[in-house]
């Protein structure tokens, strides 16, 4: 099993920057693709950004070009740095992990940071 914790999400103004992390401990070893997704207040959760086992990336339309997401394969640790932030960023943000575990892979989620960006 993998164990998700995110942090870095907190109050900022429009334009702003956060970075986010998510931890992942457990049987990391078997972690393929990370990614973040966001559920804003009464939406349905998105895509945000990709990232690979190898590092190749790709990115929501609505974040190309402002959001930034890598990771750090040796801490087990991933991170979305965000830029030029807009209210509309403003989103419970979740990490997620996608396995080679069992037949299928496992989808392994953290509970979630809030941002809020402030017009």
């Known amino acids: 099993q993998v164990q998700l914790v995110e942090s870095g999400g907190g109050l900022v103004q429009a334009g702003g920057s956060l970075r986010l992390s998510c931890a992942a401990s457990g049987s990391t070893f078997s972690i393929n693709a990370m990614n973040w997704y966001r559920q804003a207040l009464g939406k349905q959760r998105e895509l945000v950004a990709v990232?690979?086992?190898?590092?190749?990336?790709n990115y929501a339309d609505s974040v190309k070009g402002r959001f930034t997401i890598s990771r750090d394969n040796a801490k087990n640790t991933m991170y979305l740095q965000m830029n030029s932030l807009k209210p509309e960023d403003t989103a419970v943000y979740y990490c997620n992990a996608v396995t080679s575990e069992g037949p299928y892979g496992m989808d392994y989620w953290g509970k979630g940071t809030l941002v809020t960006v402030s017009s």
């Open positions: 990232i690979s086992s190898g590092g190749m990336t």
